[in-house]
T-cell receptor, first 113, second 112 residues
Framework: AQSVAQPEDQVNVAEGNPLTVKCTYS??????LFWYVQYPNRGLQFLLKYITGDNLVKGSYGFEAEFNKSQTSFHLKKPSALVSDSALYFC???????????FGTGTRLQVFP | KAGVTQTPRYLIKTRGQQVTLSCSPI?????VSWYQQTPGQGLQFLFE???????NKGNFPGRFSGRQFSNSRSEMNVSTLELGDSALYLCASMSGRHNEQFFGPGTRLTVL
């Protein structure tokens, strides 16, 4: 069965420093992976996806993610964090040949000035 | 293009009542999915509709139901509300299979 794990409930980083939000996955076939961000009292905003191709995926707002098949990971990264990046981040995997998404538990990112 | 819209944004009901939530997808999107978000269970898939047909269903009791209309707008209904149904209900639309889903702002349901 497909699953997604986000091992860190919270990540703290100083503004201007690089940030990484971790995600590992378990799928039975080829992984379709997504990152979403949620600001308070808002829905989820799509950041980026991996379907196939280059292992480094670039997305919105300067975020990128690195797909690593051998480590079954899809970590979200940004070279220089902004205070406005503070939010809740979700990793998700598509289930089999459906469009149902399974989400991780979320990681709260706090960027301090 | 306007994004996914959901109405109402906030709702307060009492146990035993029923509720209907509405979702209007992005223009041209024919797939609509619903998710429930709670602090304890996180984000959980409810169901997905495409061309007025339910394509996938999550592990929720039969009290949760949905439908999609010919204009792709969707509604979900929860009957005999329980306290545990208090949650943020998110709707998402998608332009085609295997693409990313775009989420609405959600409906915050509180059951007293």
């Amino acid at each position: 069965a497909q699953s997604v794990a986000q091992p860190e409930d919270q990540v703290n980083v100083a503004e201007g420093n690089p940030l990484t939000v971790k995600c590992t996955y378990s799928v039975s076939g080829n992984p379709y992976l997504f990152w979403y961000v949620q600001y308070p009292n808002r829905g989820l905003q799509f950041l980026l996806k991996y379907i196939t191709g280059d292992n480094l995926v670039k997305g919105s707002y300067g975020f990128e993610a690195e797909f690593n098949k051998s480590q079954t990971s899809f970590h979200l990264k940004k070279p220089s964090a902004l205070v406005s990046d503070s939010a809740l981040y979700f990793c998700a995997v598509r289930v089999d040949n459906t469009d149902k998404l399974i989400f991780g538990t979320g990681t709260r990112l706090q960027v301090f000035p | 293009k306007a994004g996914v819209t959901q109405t109402p944004r906030y709702l307060i009901k009492t146990r035993g009542q029923q509720v209907t939530l509405s979702c209007s997808p992005i223009s041209g999107h024919r797939s609509v999915s619903w998710y429930q978000q709670t602090p304890g269970q996180g984000l959980q898939f409810l169901f997905e509709y495409f061309s007025e047909t339910q394509r996938n269903k999550g592990n929720f009791p039969g009290r949760f139901s949905g439908r999609q209309f010919s204009n792709s707008r969707s509604e979900m209904n929860v009957s005999t509300l329980e306290l545990g149904d208090s949650a943020l209900y998110l709707c998402a639309s998608m332009s085609g299979r295997h693409n990313e889903q775009f989420f609405g702002p959600g409906t915050r349901l509180t059951v007293l």
